[in-house]
């Protein structure tokens, strides 16, 4: 014979249903008459007892629902940050190894890697990537479905501390002895273009691409902001990788001098 397994709610409405049977019972007895089937129900286990006093009510019930949606909200928004910190070491690891191909290049030919010489910069410097993955070019957080490419190289565009142009821009690609601090020049960052930097003047505005916020126009115009609030990845010339937010990012990251943007706008 086949054991019928109750369900929680099953058991909540047997249990009701009980209840209100022995209610039903107690008032409907003749005065001074004692029923013996009912006695010896009053006389059954302690278990059972339990059980049939111990009857959830709506409220409680609600209650019960409402704590697990809470722990299950809570579990959910765990989960999501853990999946986003997830693709944001991905791409860490992605752009360090891009990186490495920037600087293998650097040490090769004595200059930073132009944006464009005879081929994009990526191209260039393609023999010198590792992407035996195949997708060391993708950031995980790129939404855009068509693109294969979501690192832009810097070539921004700034102004000397006498607010003229600077007359080395990295478009052509500079000598690679001209970056006074290595360790805080940005090579290479998330992108939404192959390459980052567009006018001399102003830090552009956030806007929408395919669902990423992206900067448009200015200095920085094209980088992706597709980590946590307004964070991107970036590489720099010293190798190192950084996270950073681009709320509070140093702008001399984006100098090859290592003049902040504040200081020659």
């Not at 047997?14 to 008459?33: D, V, Y």
Request: hydrophobic letters at 35%; glycine letters at 8%.
């Amino acid at each position: 014979m086949q054991r019928h397994v109750f369900t929680l709610i099953e058991l909540l409405l047997a249990t009701a249903q009980q209840n209100c049977f022995f209610k039903n019972n107690t008032s409907l007895r003749p005065a001074g008459r004692t029923s013996r089937s009912f006695d010896n129900c009053q006389n059954c286990s302690s278990h059972l007892h339990i059980f049939t006093r111990s009857a959830f009510t709506l409220i409680e019930l609600l209650v019960v629902i409402a704590i697990i949606a809470i722990l299950a909200a809570l579990l959910l928004t765990s989960l999501s940050r853990a999946q986003q910190t997830a693709m944001t070491s991905g791409c860490l690891n992605n752009i360090r190894q891009v990186g490495i191909g920037y600087l293998s290049y650097s040490d090769e030919y004595g200059y930073t890697v132009p944006v464009y010489a005879n081929d994009r910069w990526y191209n260039n410097i393609a023999l010198y990537v590792d992407d035996s993955s195949g997708n060391i070019w993708k950031c995980t957080s790129d939404t855009r479905k068509n693109s294969t490419l979501s690192y832009g190289i810097n070539q921004t565009i700034c102004r000397d501390p006498e607010f003229r142009k600077k007359e080395d821009l990295l478009w052509y690609g500079i000598g690679a002895n001209k970056i006074k601090n290595p360790a805080g020049f940005i090579t290479l960052a998330d992108s939404c273009k192959y390459y980052i930097g567009k006018d001399a003047g102003g830090r552009g505005t956030e806007t929408l691409l395919d669902g990423q916020r992206v900067i448009n126009g200015g200095v920085y115009s094209y980088l992706a902001l597709r980590h946590s609030k307004d964070g991107f990845n970036a590489a720099f010339f010293d190798g190192h990788v950084e996270h950073i937010l681009y709320s509070s990012m140093p702008t001399k990251y984006w100098d090859y001098n290592g003049d902040s943007y504040e200081e020659n706008n």
